[in-house]
């Protein structure tokens, strides 16, 4: 199975920073990368799908990037609503995987 | 609008099954969509269980696959779990979900919390 390794772990940020967050693939995965937002008590959230598009209804704030086996997620200017947990996963073979998530924190 | 629910005990003994259905409205689980089981430890990240598609075709995570079992229902439109010889490590919110072949996973239930304990 493919392994997704995302850094940091965790990031304490404020409100209009921009927040960069790392998603690395243990094999190449062409562009099936994707990304969700994890709030507690909720269903996580689709962000951006095949690595670079945004999901419809989804800020222009967030934006993806990236193919092979390293991809990044984006937030240009941290909004209150988006401290929460955001994970990686590859859809390039039917074996999901989820990264480990990155726990973005108010500073 | 598509509309995931998952049910089942909220409490299983250690060694015991665990059992989820999830309920799919809104769309026809006979369609183009895969349907999955992922969890969330307490305290940890999310994890992938296994997927499965109507034709009955599975996939399960390679260190889970000796415990579960997932099976279909096109009938009544639902989808289910069954994890044998759960223990304190299977404690998790368990969501219901779908996705597209190889695309994301767009379909979520609201999760349901199974705790392993005696």
């Known amino acids: 199975d493919i392994q997704m390794t995302q850094s940091p772990s965790s990031l304490s940020a404020s409100v209009g920073d921009r927040v960069t967050i790392a998603c690395r693939a243990s094999?190449?995965?062409?562009?099936?990368l994707h990304w969700y937002q994890h709030k507690p008590g909720k269903a996580p959230k689709l962000l951006i799908y095949a690595a670079s598009s945004l999901q419809s209804g989804v800020p222009s704030r967030f934006s993806g990037s990236g193919s092979g086996t390293d991809f990044t997620l984006t937030i240009s200017s941290l909004q209150p609503g988006d401290f929460a947990t955001y994970y990686c996963?590859?859809?390039?073979?039917?074996?999901?995987?989820f990264g480990g998530g990155t726990k973005v924190e108010i500073k | 609008q598509v509309h995931l629910q998952e049910s089942g005990p909220g409490l299983v003994k250690p060694s015991e099954t665990l059992s989820l259905t999830c309920t799919v409205s809104g769309y026809s689980l006979s369609s183009a969509h895969y349907w999955d089981w992922i969890r969330q430890p307490p305290g940890k990240g999310l994890e992938w269980i296994g997927s499965?598609?109507?034709?009955?075709?599975?996939y399960y995570k390679p260190s889970l696959k000796s415990r579960v079992t997932l099976s279909v229902d096109t009938s009544k439109n639902q989808f289910s779990l069954k994890l044998i010889s759960v223990t304190a490590a299977d404690t998790a919110v368990y969501y219901c979900a779908g996705h597209a072949y190889a695309a994301a996973v767009d379909y979520w239930g609201q999760g349901a919390l199974v705790t392993v304990s005696s």
């Open positions: 996963q590859q859809s390039y073979i039917s074996l999901l995987s």
């Open positions: 094999q190449t995965i062409g562009s099936y």
């Open positions: 499965i598609y109507h034709s009955g075709n599975t």
